[in-house]
C-alpha cells in the first residue's frame, strides 16, 4: 500500500498570494509536520496586490507567483495550484465551482481550510467569493447530479468531512502554533512585495496570535470556525 494513501490530506483555498500564511501558516505548518498531505489552490493571480499606480499588473501577478511558491515550501505544502483568476474579480469567475468541485473530487481531503464568507462585513469581495464558492463545491462534489461530466471521465463524487475556516468572528477551535510560529512568519516574510515593514507586521502578528493563545495557555495560537458534518440535503 501506498504510504500517502492512510495520510491525511487537507485543501486548503485562498482567494489571492498570501492569505493562508497571514491566517493559518502555522497551523498549516503544524499539520505538516503531524502527516497531513496539504494541498493549496490560490484562486486570483494577485496582479492588484498594490497601491502604486506604477506597479504593472503582470508584473506583480509574476512577483507573488514567486512569493507564493516560496511560502508554500516553508509551510511543507506539497503541491500548489494556481487557478489563475483576475485579482478582484472573483465573484464574476463563472467556471470558479466546477474547478473546485473537480479539485476536491480527485484530491479527495479530508479537511478543507477556507475564508469564512459569512463573516460580518467581510469587505473583500474575493474571500467572501472563495469562501462560498468552496463551501458550494464541498456539496457538489458529493452528488453525482452536479457536473456528470466529471463522471463520465471517472472523476467520482466525494464527500467532504469538515471545514476550517479562517478570517471567522466566531471561532470554536483554536490551534496551538507555538512550535510553528517562527515558521509561520517565515513563510510570510516570502511575501516581500506584500510587507513594507518587517518589523511592525512581527510585533503585530505575535500580538494577534499571542492574544488567541491566552484562553488556552498556548504562546501562540489560530483559531477558526469548524463544520462538521456537511449532511444538509
Request: aromatic share 8%; charged share 25%; glycine share 6%.
Amino acid at each position: 500500500m501506498n504510504p500517502d494513501e492512510i495520510r491525511p490530506r487537507l485543501l486548503a483555498i485562498s482567494a489571492h498570494p498570501d492569505d493562508v500564511e497571514f491566517t493559518s501558516g502555522g497551523s498549516l505548518a503544524r499539520w505538516a509536520d503531524e502527516g497531513w498531505i496539504i494541498h493549496l489552490i490560490v484562486c486570483t493571480d494577485g496582479s492588484k496586490g498594490s497601491q502604486s499606480k506604477e506597479d504593472d499588473p503582470q508584473t506583480l501577478a509574476a512577483v507573488r507567483h514567486a512569493e507564493q511558491e516560496e511560502a508554500a515550501r516553508a509551510l511543507g505544502v506539497r503541491r500548489l495550484i494556481w487557478l489563475g483568476y483576475p485579482d478582484g474579480e472573483l465573484a464574476q469567475a463563472s467556471g470558479l465551482l466546477e474547478q473546485l468541485t473537480r479539485h476536491i473530487r480527485l484530491l479527495r481531503p479530508n479537511r478543507l481550510l477556507v475564508w469564512d464568507a459569512w463573516r460580518p462585513y467581510q469587505l473583500h469581495p474575493d474571500h467572501r467569493a472563495a469562501g462560498l464558492v468552496a463551501m458550494d463545491a464541498v456539496l457538489a462534489a458529493r452528488n453525482p447530479h452536479f457536473f456528470p461530466e466529471q463522471l463520465a471521465e471517472g472523476v467520482k463524487p466525494y464527500q467532504m468531512e469538515e471545514a476550517y475556516l479562517y478570517g471567522s468572528d466566531q471561532s470554536d477551535q483554536v490551534i496551538d502554533i507555538t512550535a510553528t510560529f517562527e515558521r509561520k512568519m517565515a513563510a510570510i516574510g516570502c511575501h516581500r512585495s506584500q510587507v513594507d515593514n518587517p518589523c511592525d507586521l512581527a510585533k503585530q502578528m505575535s500580538h494577534c496570535n499571542q492574544g488567541h493563545g491566552k484562553k488556552n495557555n498556548y504562546t501562540y495560537a489560530e483559531v477558526f470556525k469548524v463544520l462538521r458534518p456537511f449532511c444538509d440535503t
